[in-house]
């Protein structure tokens, strides 16, 4: 089970960090093996990668569009992964979504993850 939090809104420039816990037991083996991911969707939009971690090592990737704006971090004790969103802009609004694949493979595609959670809304205004 995933839950996002630290959804809000707040103005262009400013910053705001996601968290997403993950509690529960998995069908792809223990939490540890699973990489964790963000993804964002705004209305008549794809679903889009933004960011993936795995609970094992410090390796990270981030999509192009928030590069230099968006660091994705966890906390192995609290298994919580969290999305530290700097210099935000207009277009960066969307729901924000955590998912985990089992495989710990920095995949992009939404239909590569396993869990879901149920999304935190993010808004940004000028």
């Known amino acids: 089970q995933l839950a996002e939090s630290g959804g809000g809104s707040v103005q262009v420039g400013e910053s705001l960090t996601l968290s997403c816990a993950a509690s529960?037991?998995?069908?792809?083996?223990?939490?540890?093996?699973?990489?964790m991911a963000w993804f964002r969707q705004t209305p008549g939009k794809e679903r889009e990668f933004v960011a993936v971690i795995r609970w094992s090592g410090t390796n990270t990737r981030v999509a192009d569009s928030v590069k230099g704006r968006f660091t994705i971090s966890k906390d192995n004790s609290k298994k919580t992964v969290y999305l530290q969103m700097n210099s935000l802009k207009a277009e960066d609004t969307a729901v924000y979504y955590c998912a985990a694949n089992s495989r710990g493979i920095f995949w992009t595609g939404r239909n590569d993850y396993d869990y879901w959670g149920q999304g935190t809304q993010v808004t940004v205004s000028s």
């Open positions: 529960g037991r998995t069908s792809g083996g223990h939490w540890s093996n699973y990489a």
